[in-house]
């Protein structure tokens, strides 16, 4: 996963965002924002605002903020002895493991000849319900439509021939969409939750995403998008959709 410090200016920068803009409109100042861009946390306050100041820097670059706030704890915070498991939940358990299973070995050999006896029944029964196949001139076996398997494999062949995109954004969302020639279809667009994005459709697009604050269909299908503290990218094609590394997605700006 990339630094928590250069995920924030990846952002801004893509985003065209000035250090001031940021502190105008989130209230927070331009040496924080230095400092978690540079990763300098004896900087601020503390580890409460840390995590306050990723929070609303993140929603306001279209970035997940829990994601980020996860890594930082991940990275520069150690569990406290609250967290820890009391000694008497421990002992507890201790004592649960010695005294064994609570069913007597001699139940559970009983269940295990009941359900033999039960499946050997069932067996027989059904073996002796079996149908007999039809014999002699009258059998009338079904041949193998032929003609609707071909017209079904050429129904299949057109419909794959193109791919359709549509996305529902649940929250702040970024979102870059190109086609294969390099035609831009979403020139790089921050959509509000619930905004209406038109579905797009191609031979082949390329998509960018700030954030999984998204619901995604391909083709009528469900992707489920994975959350992550970089940009997202898909390259979508008929009958397949892959991931794209940063380096390789889409730039509208």
């Not at 630094?3 to 920068?13: V, Y």
């Not at 002895?81 to 559970?108: F, S, T, V």
């Not at 073996?127 to 079904?142: E, I, R």
């Given at each position: ?143 193998p439509n032929h003609h609707r398997h071909r017209h079904s494999s050429r129904v299949g ?97």
């Amino acid at each position: 996963m990339a630094d928590i410090g250069s995920t924030l200016r990846e952002a801004r920068m893509r985003a065209r965002i000035d250090i001031g803009e940021v502190e105008a409109r989130t209230k927070i100042r331009a040496k924080y924002l230095r400092a978690m861009e540079n990763e300098e946390w004896d900087l601020l306050p503390g580890p409460v605002y840390v995590k306050s100041f990723l929070r609303t820097y993140g929603d306001f670059l279209g970035l997940d903020s829990r994601l980020l706030v996860d890594d930082f704890k991940h990275r520069y915070e150690r569990p406290s002895d609250n967290e820890m498991r009391p000694i008497a939940a421990l002992g507890r358990e201790r004592e649960r493991a010695a005294k064994g299973p609570l069913i007597p070995p001699w139940a559970i050999i009983g269940l295990v000849l009941v359900a033999v006896v039960v499946a050997l029944a069932i067996l027989g029964n059904s073996t002796s319900n079996k149908p007999t196949a039809p014999t002699g001139l009258h059998a009338n076996p079904v041949a193998p439509n032929h003609h609707r398997h071909r017209h079904s494999s050429r129904v299949g062949s057109a419909s794959s021939e193109t791919v359709k995109l549509q996305l529902i954004p649940t929250g702040s969302l970024y979102v870059c969409l190109v086609d294969g020639r390099g035609r831009k279809l979403i020139p790089g667009t921050t959509f509000a939750a619930g905004q209406s994005i038109p579905a797009q459709t191609g031979s082949k697009l390329l998509l960018t995403l700030g954030n999984a604050s998204v619901q995604m269909k391909v083709n009528g299908a469900a992707v489920r998008i994975a959350p992550s503290a970089t940009s997202i990218g898909y390259l979508l094609k008929p009958g397949a959709t892959t991931t794209l590394p940063v380096a390789k997605q889409p730039r509208c700006a």
